[in-house]
Every structure is written in C-alpha cells, then in structure tokens.
C-alpha cells in the first residue's frame, strides 16, 4: 500500500507544472469505497440547525440541514500545493466548501489522526487568513483560509481558496478515513464567499463543457469505488438516455420530486411536489417521517413504538375520523381536537406542557399536534385506497410502532430481502425505482450480516417544507450528471 501511495505522489509531481487541460476535456478522479460499520452508521446523523444557528450557516439558501459524514464510504485523492500534498476528500454536492486540516492544528486530537497541510512546503502558497467556521452535525471545523494550487486529477487549479482547519469540534471526524471534504455545490452557501473548486475550473478552461458526472460503484466485491468525471460522461457507467430536472433552489443541487410509491400505492405527501437535494456526501435516503414510516411497515424494519402517537389514536381516533369523513379541511383537524393551536392562518403550533411552541420534529419529544397532523395524512392516504375504518385503524396503529429511529437506523431481516418491494421516485415525470437489493444496506460485522433500511427521517420547519436527501443509496442505482452550464440535474441507470 505505501509503494503505491509513493507512486501517486510521484506521479502527481511529475505532471504538476504541466497539467491542464486534459486532451479528451475531462478530469477523471477514482473513488475509494470503504465498508460501512454499525457504529458508524448509527452515529451518523442529518439534521436541521437550531433557529439560533440557521442565519448563522447561511442566510442566502433556501434550505438548510446539517451531516456529519460519518457513515460517508466514497473518496478520492487531491493534491495542494507545489508540490503537491496529497489530501483524501470527500467529493461533496451537498457542501461548497475545499478543507483539510493544518499542521497549525495542534489542540484537536483528530488531526493527529490525518494529513495535514504545511504551507511553508508549498512555493505557490498564499495567506488570506480571514477566519472561518463550518458547522456539521455533530459540531463543527474552523480555521482560516488560504489559496494555493489545487491538483484535481490532471488538472491545476492556480489560486484556490479553501480553508486550513485549525480545530476539529468534539472528535466528529476521529474515526473517518478521509481528510477533508471538497465541496461541489453552489457558491451561494460556501462559508466565507471562498469559490467552489469546480467553479475554477470551469473559469480556467480545464474542462471542455460545464458538467461533471458522478458514478457509484455498489458492488461489494470490487476494488474500484466509482468515478468522478469533471467536464462530461463516461459512457460505461450508466444505460440508456437521462432524464434531465431543473436545479430548483439556491445553494444546493435540489430538485422537484414527484410522489414516491411503495410497490404501486402512493404515499401520498409529496403528490403535489417536495424539493430533493442530490447529495453525494449523504449515505442514506432521508425524507419526512410520515412517508419513511410507511416504507418501514412495507418492508418489515424494526422501528421505535411511540406511545404519544398510539394515545393519539386511541383518545382521538373517533373525533380524527368523524372529522375527515365530515369534510373538514385536514389542516385544522388537530385544532378541533385540542391538540393544535394556530397562531395566525398559516401556521399552526404544539401544545407541549401547556405552553405553545413551534411545531417540533418526531425525535423531538412530546409533539402530541405533529403525531397527530401525521395520523390524519395516513388516514387520507389509506381512504385514498378505499380501505375499510378497521383496516384503516390497525394499520395507522402499526404505523406508530414503526416510527423511524430519530438515534439509529432500522433494522430489518435479511433473509426477507427479496420478498420486499419496489420503493420508487417520480422525478421528470418518469419513475426511478429501487430495488429491495438497492435500497438495503448490509453491514459486514464479525459475527453475522446485518441488514438495515437505507431511510432515514429528516422533518423540515413547515416555512422549507418537506425534503428528501437523495444520497448514495439513491445515487448508486441512477448514474447523475450535474450539469452546472444549464442548472439542471440527469438521471440514468447505472451500469
């Protein structure tokens, strides 16, 4: 392995001062795939930042949410500097920022535990020093920023600002084998305004069109993790013709998806539209606890039994049901039932200990009017289908022991895999589905395999709506292409 990584560098030297652009116009970066462990995975976490801290992370998104990365499995190697330092990244379309650890890190023990970068090495090296912080999940990095060459398979990148983290908060990253994250996303969310890589070169004139395409190589049994190509496609990653959305939002690669299905039943939320973000740094699907429940009743995963949600339908259910089949509008049912309150005419709020606060998210505790807003939804869904009270009753009973766990992921059987179904998105108005063999995570431990759910729950401020993250469960299955020129998104079958 060291010979190798000698080689690397050997070859990255040697093609520093003459790298440009490469004669097919594309830039090729290798991914490396690493094997998920539990412990990893239930320590990741995705989040959305307290009121206090969401101006804070960036006032120009329209959506915010925060990762830790700690189950992410893909990276590659980038180099900074002349010569160049070699640095493991993740290739991130849900972050703007370029970031590695500095040898000035001196008081976080997780530096110690990667590469860092030593300015006085680089002769290309520029200090800006404007001081930065980058919040993630489970805390923060911070440091401050700098410029230098940035080596991105064959291409040099002259004058890249990224930051020199100097602090690692509460030892996230001890256990990542990565070094730093290289952001893809918009320069509308980049701390400190810094240009993302891939906007240099694309103004440098190191790829032929304004494009790069990502491609996640899921078998198991190989050595190559995938492959990042900057200024194009590979035609032997992926089949047939992609479909092409907008880029709907700032900030981030986020799109409009369509209703999601379970087999061929609707789950009904996102029928009128709910905005997607296409994030590579994301392991996992995450999406409103109301459609994951579901998911997780259809495929058998091991959820958390809520005793908030089952009191609600045994004290409420007559009141809940009379009230739909009178045809009263579903968004003031809960407030008929007491369990609601609205303080104007759009927002309605949570009775918790008798003081009215803002509507809480599932692993938030005690938010009796969101379990009880969520029951109404699957109520709507299952008479949709035209099923029976009874039917109706035990179902939404069965759905409150099957919440997703806000502190884990679901477990479910692996030996029922191939009996599970077919969960699909409607994205451009065609169906992408995925397999039970797509969207189940297995996990090697010593002892056995275990099988996990491959979604998560993430419940947005009513203001941004309902969100899904699109991560590399959804993201090994479809090959993307993210098309920066035209602002728009492609999906098609990866090969």
């Known amino acids: 392995m060291e010979s190798i990584r000698f080689l690397l560098i050997s070859i990255c030297m040697g093609a520093w001062l003459g790298g440009s652009l490469s004669s097919d116009g594309l830039a090729r970066v290798g991914l490396k795939k690493r094997n ?15 009121a206090t801290s969401f101006a804070r992370v ?39 920022n370029l970031w590695v650890p500095s040898s000035k890190c001196l008081l976080s023990i997780t530096c110690y535990f990667h590469s860092k970068f030593i300015a006085r090495l680089s002769r290309t090296y520029t200090k800006i020093g404007i001081p ?16 230098d060459r940035v080596k991105v398979g064959d291409d040099i990148i002259i004058d890249q600002e990224f930051a020199e983290v100097t602090r690692e908060g509460l030892l996230a990253l001890l256990g990542v084998q990565f070094d730093g994250i290289l952001g893809l996303a918009f320069q509308d969310i980049a701390v400190g305004k810094a240009t993302p890589v891939w906007y240099n070169m694309a103004e440098q004139g190191h790829v032929s069109k304004k494009v790069f395409s990502l491609w996640l190589n899921r078998n198991p049994s190989s050595e190559l993790g995938g492959e990042i190509v900057f200024g194009g496609l590979d035609w032997r990653h992926f089949k047939g013709d992609h479909t092409y959305v907008p880029v709907t939002g700032r900030g981030y690669w986020q799109i409009q998806v369509g209703d999601i299905f379970i087999a061929n039943n609707s789950t009904g939320l996102c029928a009128g539209g709910c905005s997607a973000i296409v994030d590579s740094g994301t392991s996992f699907l995450a999406g409103p606890t109301r459609i994951v429940a579901q998911i997780n009743h259809a495929i058998g995963a091991r959820g958390i039994v809520s005793l908030e949600c089952k009191e609600v339908v045994t004290k409420y259910w007559n009141s809940i049901w009379d009230s739909i089949i009178s045809g009263v509008r579903p968004e003031i049912i809960c407030v008929d039932v007491g369990l609601c ?14 003081e009215a606060k803002d509507r809480l998210s599932v692993d938030e505790g005690g938010a009796l009017c969101t379990f009880c807003e969520m029951i109404v939804f699957w109520i709507q869904v299952q008479l949709k289908e035209k099923k029976a009270k009874e039917k109706i009753f035990h179902y939404v009973d069965e759905l409150c022991e099957r919440l997703p766990n806000p502190l884990g992921k679901s ?42 759910s491959g979604f998560a729950a993430l419940d947005m401020p009513h203001r941004q709506g309902p969100l899904w993250i699109l991560g590399d469960v959804f993201l090994g299955a479809y090959h993307t292409v993210f098309d920066f020129g035209n602002h728009r998104i492609g999906f098609a079958q990866a090969a």
């Not at 995975?41 to 959305?48: E, F, Y």
């Not at 309150?341 to 008798?354: A, F, H, K, P, Q």
């Not at 994205?427 to 395999?449: C, D, K, M, W």
């Open 36 to 50: 998920l462990d539990l412990n990893s995975i239930h320590a990741a976490r995705i989040t959305r930042p307290q």
């Open 58 to 96: 960036t006032s120009n998104a329209e959506i915010v949410y925060l990762k830790n990365y700690l189950d992410t499995q893909y990276y590659g190697e980038i180099g900074i500097g002349s010569p160049p330092q070699i640095f493991t990244v993740v290739f991130d379309t849900g972050s703007s």
């Open 132 to 147: 930065c912080k980058i919040q993630y999940g489970s805390g923060s990095v911070s440091g401050f920023l700098s410029q």
């Open 341 to 354: 309150l609205y303080s104007n005419d759009t927002v309605i709020e949570t009775v918790v200990d008798g």
């Open 411 to 452: 477990f479910i059987n692996c030996d029922e895999i191939t009996a599970m179904p077919y969960v699909s998105f409607t994205i451009g108005n065609r169906s992408f589905p995925l397999s039970p063999e797509q969207y189940i995570v297995r996990v090697e431990e010593s002892y056995a395999t275990i099988c996990l």
